[in-house]
Every structure is written in C-alpha cells, then in structure tokens.
Nanobody, 115 residues
C-alpha cells in the first residue's frame, strides 16, 4: 500500500490550497477515504470523508462550507479543496483509507496558514 500526498504548503489567511492523495496497492473503490489533520500539541481529528462510490460526503464543523472532498476512482485519487483558509487550519494533513477490515494512512503533508 502506498500513498503519495501533495499540495501542502504555506498560504496566507483567506487563501486556498488543494491537497491530493494518490493511492495504490489496494482496491481503492472498496474503501471510504478520509482526510485527517493534526496540529501541534493536539489530537488528530477527522476533517472530511467520502464513501467508496463518492456519493456521500461528511465534514467536520470547523471546515464545513470551506473544504470540499472529492475522489476519482479511475485514477485512485482523493482530493481536498480548501478555501478561505484560517490560521487554525494549520496542521499536518493525512490521507486515510477505511475498509471493512483494514485501514491505511498516508505520510502527511504540512499546511501552514500564516501572514
């Protein structure tokens, strides 16, 4: 199993970033995909999730209306579009695959929102 995460970086408050996670080594469509984040000194928290077929999505309260999760099952990718970023969005963001018996984590990508 391998994840390649990209798109993180430094952005000013109010800006946008798009995270992408390319997965391989498992049956991608059989897994719900999620994005988690972990800020320094805080626990890892769920940001957004999307069902295997892509028809169902859920968002944490702090990001609802600003972030959008999407997936392309033909390319085995899941993206997180992040708009109107705030300093409190600063964290390491992790791609996570959730299956019936197994789950897999990406290595994380840093997002820093600062002026």
């Amino acid at each position: 199993v391998q994840f390649v995460e990209s798109g993180g970086g430094l952005v000013q408050p109010g800006g946008s970033l798009r995270l992408s996670c390319a997965a391989s080594g498992f049956t991608f469509i059989g897994y719900a995909m999620t994005w988690y984040r972990q800020a320094p000194g805080k626990e890892r928290e769920l940001v957004a999730s999307i069902s295997g077929g892509g028809g169902s999505t859920n968002y944490a309260g702090p990001v609802k209306g600003r972030f959008t999760i999407s997936r392309d099952n033909a390319k085995n990718t899941v993206d997180l579009q992040m708009n109107s970023l705030k300093p409190e969005d600063t964290a390491v963001y992790y791609c996570h695959a959730v299956g019936r018996w197994y789950n897999y984590w990406g290595q994380g990508t840093q997002v820093t929102v600062s002026s």
